[in-house]
């Protein structure tokens, strides 16, 4: 079965503790991206990858750091968070060509930062 | 005015209704169009892709793209219940391919039975 999964699902930290949150796929596919989700701002793209060890900045970059080490992980790396961190934020897996898009979005990782 | 600008809604209708859900932008170049349908408390999944302008359809959905008015819609025919969930429109801009997608800000439906 195609699948993206993120842990931890649920997260309530304070201010300026380090978090990572875990993303793998198992569809071997190239690109993946982090996003995160707030009310009235929509979906808002923080990195993104193209294939291991080629990362570039989405919309949202601050405070943020990813490493792309194996094709099936993109950890999200939140080195000092902060409250305007607190969101909802989702991990996704995409293959572009032969005329097809497949892409498949993560569970969603919700996040309070106190 | 931003890239993408979809209605927020809410939209309410009665099940079997049509749906017609729009997005404009400004960003000419845009090439790959999305629609997407994302369920309370789960992860957007895609539900259309189209390339350029042009109609495309699968089962009750349709989409459309008119690069001519900077305009996309998402048709959906005979809706049910389960259809209720927020859709969001997505397209990239020229430089980049699926890993860079700039999103509207998603409308939530209800479709009543």
């Known amino acids: 079965e195609a699948q993206v999964t993120q842990n931890p699902r649920y997260l309530i930290t304070v201010t300026g503790k380090k978090l990572t949150v875990t993303c793998s796929q198992n569809?071997?596919?190239?690109?993946m991206s982090w996003y995160r989700q707030d009310p009235g701002l929509g979906l808002r793209q923080i990195y993104y990858s193209m294939n291991v060890e080629v990362t570039d900045k989405g919309d949202v970059p601050e405070g943020y750091k990813v490493s792309r080490k194996e094709k099936r992980n993109f950890p999200l790396i939140l080195e000092s968070p902060s409250p305007n961190q607190t969101s909802l934020y989702f991990c996704?897996?995409?293959?572009?060509?032969?005329?097809?898009?497949?892409?498949?979005f993560g569970p969603g990782t919700r996040l309070l930062v106190l | 005015q931003k890239e993408v600008e979809q209605d927020p809604g809410p939209l309410s209708v009665p099940e079997g209704a049509i749906v017609s859900l729009n997005c404009t932008y400004s960003?000419?170049?845009?090439?790959?169009f999305m629609w997407y349908r994302q369920y309370s408390r789960k992860g957007p999944e895609l539900l259309m892709y189209?390339?350029?302008?042009g109609n495309k359809e699968d089962g009750r959905f349709t989409a459309q793209v008119d690069k001519s008015s900077k305009y996309i819609s998402l048709f959906i025919r005979d809706s049910q219940p389960s259809d209720s969930a927020t859709y969001l429109c997505?397209?990239?801009?020229?430089?980049?391919?699926?890993?860079?997608?700039?999103f509207g800000k998603g409308m939530k439906l209800t479709v009543n039975p």
């Open positions: 960003n000419s170049a845009f090439q790959y």
């Open positions: 569809m071997n596919h190239e690109y």
């Open positions: 996704a897996s995409s293959f572009l060509g032969q005329g097809q898009e497949t892409q498949y």
């Open positions: 189209t390339y350029s302008s």
């Open positions: 997505a397209m990239t801009p020229p430089q980049g391919g699926s890993e860079k997608l700039v």
